[in-house]
């Protein structure tokens, strides 16, 4: 159990449009999901936590309206990138947490990832 | 600020010893501990989770938490070349949401 799917593993994209990624929880119901970056060789770096049917809550220096987030189900939240250009190329990772068969109330269980290149 | 110290390594350990990890926190509230397995280019893989003191095994894995020293270790036996990767440690704060991860600790089997 906690599966969690992440789609598309991997986009290229020009300078200047906007890119969906996708994160769904398999098999438990995601009451929170969490928004990751990460650069090469860089730590983790979480740009939001969402609930489902609330707004999200950006980190400080994330701007809300680049990296639009929606987390309408509980089992689906959307992070799309607004107007991308290259310096938003990085690893894009959702996580998420909640209640079902094989997760603890605090686990997070990740997705495998999204490689956005801006060309 | 909650903060969660790993060293960054590269820890070297031979195929067969085994590997132990440390982590220390900040925040005397925390109530729950995670350690995660990235291997490179890939997303985080949770092995352990523990929440009361003592220790946790799981397997090759043992998680060892010490709340008065606010302190947290993975040891892996055996250890095997494909447990080559970097371990994240992972605290959360009951009533809040978010997980502060520590920025890994890089592991090398030597075989």
């Known amino acids: 159990g906690a599966v969690v799917s992440q789609h598309p593993s991997w986009v290229i994209c020009k300078s200047g449009t906007s890119v969906k990624i996708e994160c769904r929880s398999l098999?438990?119901?995601?009451?929170?999901m969490f928004w990751y970056r990460q650069f090469p060789k860089q730590s983790l770096m979480l740009m939001a936590t969402?609930?489902?049917?609330?707004?999200?809550?950006?980190e400080q220096g994330v701007e809300k309206d680049k990296f639009l987030i929606n987390h309408a189900s509980l089992t689906l939240s959307t992070l799309t990138v607004t107007s991308a250009h290259p310096e938003d190329s990085s690893f894009y990772i959702c996580?998420?947490?909640?209640?079902?068969?094989?997760?603890?109330?605090?686990?997070?269980?990740f997705g495998p990832g999204t490689r956005l290149t801006v060309l | 600020q909650k903060e969660v110290e790993q060293n960054s390594g590269p820890l070297s350990v031979p195929e067969g010893a085994i590997a132990s990890l440390n982590c220390t926190y900040s925040?005397?509230?925390?109530?729950?501990f995670f350690w995660y397995r990235q291997y490179s280019g890939k997303s985080p893989e949770l092995i352990m989770s523990?929440?009361?003191?003592g220790d946790k095994e799981d397997g090759r894995f043992t998680a060892q938490l010490n709340k008065a020293s606010q302190y947290v270790s993975l040891l892996i036996r055996d250890s095997q070349p494909s447990d080559s990767a970097t371990y994240l440690c992972?605290?959360?704060?009951?009533?809040?949401?978010?997980?502060?991860f520590g920025t890994g600790t890089k592991l090398q089997v030597i075989p």
């Open positions: 996580s998420a947490r909640g209640q079902g068969r094989g997760t603890s109330t605090n686990e997070q269980f």
């Open positions: 098999d438990f119901q995601a009451t929170t």
């Open positions: 969402s609930n489902e049917g609330s707004k999200a809550t950006y």
């Open positions: 925040d005397r509230g925390s109530q729950s």
């Open positions: 523990i929440y009361s003191n």
């Open positions: 992972a605290v959360n704060e009951i009533g809040y949401q978010k997980v502060t």
